[in-house]
Nanobody, 125 residues
């Protein structure tokens, strides 16, 4: 049984940094593409970034490029989203996702097989 558990969300000020964690069980990063999506109130869920099998490549949305990074710790089976220079428009619920070729099929939620429960990130101005 696959389980994704996010943590690390919270309330921060604009310009601050935050790191989200997603602890995965029941899957292997060597054969699964991992990603982070977010959903702001009244908006559709959008992809923020993704990392390929075994962390070989990453891709980010233009809105976060240069500010966000994704990394994995295979020993802990955990994927991280490090967010720097946060802006109020980054406020959203952030979801960890596991699926198939999330970089190739960028933003296509049909290729997400598992979702985490989400963690709230609020950035005040």
């Amino acid at each position: 049984q696959v389980q994704l558990v996010e943590s690390g969300g919270g309330l921060v000020q604009a310009g601050d940094s935050l790191r989200l964690s997603c602890a995965a069980s029941g899957l292997s990063f060597s054969s699964t593409s991992m990603g982070w999506f977010r959903q702001a109130p009244g908006k559709e869920r959008e992809i923020v970034g993704a990392i390929g099998w075994s962390g070989g490549s990453t891709r980010f949305a233009d809105s976060v490029k240069g500010r966000f990074t994704i990394s994995t710790d295979n020993a802990k089976n955990t994927v991280y989203l490090s967010m720097n220079s946060l802006k109020p428009e980054d406020t959203a619920i952030y979801y960890c996702a596991a699926g198939r070729r999330l970089i190739t099929y960028w933003g296509n939620r049909r290729y997400v097989d598992y979702w985490g429960q989400g963690t709230q990130v609020t950035v005040s101005s």
